[in-house]
């Protein structure tokens, strides 16, 4: 079992942007600059040479997007059950369906629809009220803030600056939070674990994020396959896709604003089976 640090995420300040960005201020709609990119989360153990060895998925690959007028793209896997049930597979198989759901916060309309092989080519658009539109332009622009880092046991917690990476073609920024836990009296050697994070904020993205211990098991989380001309289709109901419910209320979103909560890449300390 790994020891983590106590990592406290604070909801974050708006983000500083200077005149000429075209990315608006924190809490409000990312225009310019868009993107589609494949969002994965894997648990890997580090060999004494070195290497990376693949263990598992935490989740499967999912696709996020946005346009350059500021509509944002998910997908959402609902259940893992057979046969979405490959998390062991390096790369999972596709799943026989999943949702797609399409955000126009300059039109406060959301859409929803299933794809996949068993979809049912059905679709429903929801007018969201002011305060939904809201909360989904704060879910993907406000950056989450550096995590406040808690000293606990006498563990010695220091703060590094990685500076600048290019990650999947775009420009990075980069810190490590590492947290040394000193020796037990029962003879447990120290033992040592990060906390690693690559943010682009021009693009408000978290690109890459790294928890773990850099001697045994780490989990890894990012963005890949990443694109800065994300396909327009992405943003329109496919053809032959009927509209359900034309005119449902903002009720409706519920759930799909429940989804867009885990737009950015996020890590929470990992407990790993001990077995793998």
């Given amino acids: 079992?790994?020891?983590?640090?106590?990592?406290?995420?604070?909801?974050?300040?708006?983000?500083?942007?200077?005149p000429q960005s075209a990315a608006s201020q924190a809490g409000s709609i990312v225009s310019g600059h868009p993107f589609s990119a494949t969002k994965y989360s894997r648990l890997i153990r580090i060999l004494p040479n070195g290497i990376s060895q693949f263990l598992q998925n935490e989740a499967y690959p999912i696709k996020l997007?946005?346009?350059?007028?500021?509509?944002?793209?998910l997908q959402s896997i609902e259940s893992l059950e057979a046969p979405c049930d490959q998390l062991s597979q390096k790369v999972p198989p596709p799943c026989p369906t999943w949702d797609v759901i399409v955000f126009d916060p300059q039109s406060d309309m959301l859409t929803h629809w299933t794809e996949g092989e068993i979809s049912s080519h059905a679709a429903v658009i929801v007018k969201m009220?002011?305060?939904?539109?809201?909360?989904?332009?704060?879910?993907?622009?406000?950056?989450?803030?550096?995590?406040?880092h808690v000293e606990e046991g006498g563990a010695m917690v220091t703060r590094e600056d990685l500076g600048k990476k290019v990650i999947q073609g775009v420009s990075a920024d980069g810190?490590?939070?590492?947290?040394?836990?000193?020796?037990?009296?029962?003879?447990?050697?120290?033992?040592?674990?990060?906390?690693?994070?690559w943010r682009s904020e021009e693009l408000r993205l978290v690109l890459k994020v790294i928890d773990g211990d850099p001697a045994g098991i780490e989990k890894?989380?990012?963005?890949?396959?990443?694109?800065?001309?994300?396909?327009?289709?992405?943003?329109?109901?496919?053809?032959?896709?009927q509209v359900q419910s034309p005119n449902a209320v903002g009720i409706y979103a519920k759930d799909d604003l429940a989804a867009v909560q885990s737009w950015f890449v996020m890590q929470e300390p990992i407990s790993p089976d001990p077995a793998l």
Avoid at 175 to 197: D, L
Avoid at 220 to 241: C, D, M, N, Q, R
């Fill in 1 to 18: 079992m790994i020891a983590f640090m106590n990592i406290c995420l604070i909801v974050p300040a708006c983000l500083a942007q200077s």
């Fill in 65 to 73: 997007a946005r346009s350059d007028a500021g509509q944002v793209y």
């Fill in 129 to 148: 009220t002011t305060e939904q539109s809201s909360e989904v332009e704060r879910a993907t622009s406000n950056m989450p803030e550096e995590p406040v």
């Fill in 220 to 241: 890894i989380s990012g963005l890949e396959k990443v694109s800065l001309h994300p396909a327009s289709t992405l943003f329109s109901l496919p053809e032959g896709f």
């Fill in 175 to 197: 810190f490590r939070i590492t947290t040394t836990h000193k020796s037990s009296q029962n003879g447990k050697a120290a033992t040592e674990t990060i906390h690693e994070v």
